[in-house]
C-alpha cells in the first residue's frame, strides 16, 4: 500500500522560509514525477511545481518560480520542498503526489497524479 505523510508546515513571518517534507512508504520515488499541490481557503487546488527523478527536470507555477526548490534524498523515499521569500499569498494546505513517469506538459492536472498525501497547512502571516 502507497501512502505519502506531509510534514514540516506551520505558521511563518512573510520573507521567511519553510521545508516540507514528503515521506513515501510502499513506493519509491526514483522513475516518477512528484508534484506538490496547494490548495488556498476558499480556491481550487493548483499545481505548484513538478519533478521528474528521471532528470531532475523541474516544472514550477510562475507564482513559485525563484523562490520555490525541490529535492530528494538519496534513498529516494523522502522529497523536500524548500519555499523561500513566503508571501501571505503562499497561505495553503500544500499536498504532495506522486506518478510512474516524467512530468508532462499538463503536469498542474491533478489526474495526473494516482498517489497524494494528506496534505499539510502552511500559514504565511505577520
Known amino acids: 500500500q502507497v501512502q505519502l505523510v506531509e510534514s514540516g508546515g506551520g505558521l511563518v513571518r512573510p520573507g521567511g522560509s519553510l521545508r516540507l517534507s514528503c515521506t513515501a512508504s510502499g513506493y519509491t520515488l526514483d522513475y516518477s514525477r512528484i508534484g506538490w499541490f496547494r490548495q488556498a481557503p476558499g480556491k481550487g487546488r493548483e499545481g505548484v511545481l513538478c519533478f521528474s527523478s528521471h532528470d531532475s527536470s523541474t516544472y514550477y507555477a510562475d507564482s513559485v518560480k525563484g523562490r520555490f526548490a525541490v529535492f530528494t534524498d538519496n534513498l529516494w523515499k523522502t522529497v523536500y520542498l524548500e519555499m523561500n521569500n513566503l508571501k501571505p499569498d503562499d497561505t495553503a494546505v500544500y499536498y504532495c503526489?506522486?506518478?510512474?513517469?516524467?512530468?508532462?506538459?499538463?503536469?498542474?492536472?491533478?489526474?495526473?497524479?494516482?498517489?497524494w498525501g494528506q496534505g499539510i497547512q502552511v500559514t504565511v502571516s505577520s
Open positions: 503526489a506522486v506518478e510512474p513517469g516524467f512530468c508532462p506538459p499538463i503536469w498542474h492536472l491533478e489526474h495526473e497524479y494516482q498517489y
